[in-house]
């Protein structure tokens, strides 16, 4: 069992940035590294969509509507996933969710996969017009 903790939320201003971080404190390195990572987000009223993917190998993949805005990164060494989000629009409005499988030894899809193998809580972006 994975745990993921989302923290780095809050509100902002549109044109503003925020950066997220999803940790897993139970597990080390070694064993971080052999999931795919990803970040997703639900806005209200809304469907559940990917925002960004990120892999062991490194390559990582964006949703259209975030891409040249939003940047996802992994510190495997601190079992920490990442997500610097910059110019908001009131649209990026949503919970933001971590998630993380394994199942493929840490390389993920080339698409979002919404089966996950685990899920965090989410943390709660408000960004404002």
């Known amino acids: 069992q994975l745990t993921l903790v989302e923290s780095g939320g809050g509100s902002v201003q549109a044109g503003g940035s925020l950066k997220l971080s999803c940790a897993a404190p139970e597990y080390s390195g070694f064993i971080y590294k052999t999931y795919c990572m990803a970040w997703f987000r639900q806005a209200p009223g809304q469907e559940r969509e990917g925002v960004a993917t990120?892999?062991?190998?490194?390559?990582?993949r964006y949703a259209d509507s975030v891409k040249g805005r939003f940047t996802i990164s992994r510190v495997n060494a601190k079992n920490t996933l990442y997500l610097e989000m910059n110019s908001l629009k009131p649209e990026d409005t949503a919970i933001y969710y971590c998630?993380?499988?394994?199942?493929?030894?840490?390389?993920?899809?080339?698409?979002?996969?919404?089966?996950?193998?685990?899920w965090g809580k989410g943390t709660l972006v408000t960004i404002s017009s």
């Open positions: 990120m892999g062991r190998d490194g390559v990582s």
């Open positions: 998630a993380a499988d394994g199942r493929s030894r840490g390389y993920c899809d080339e698409g979002f996969n919404y089966g996950m193998e685990y």
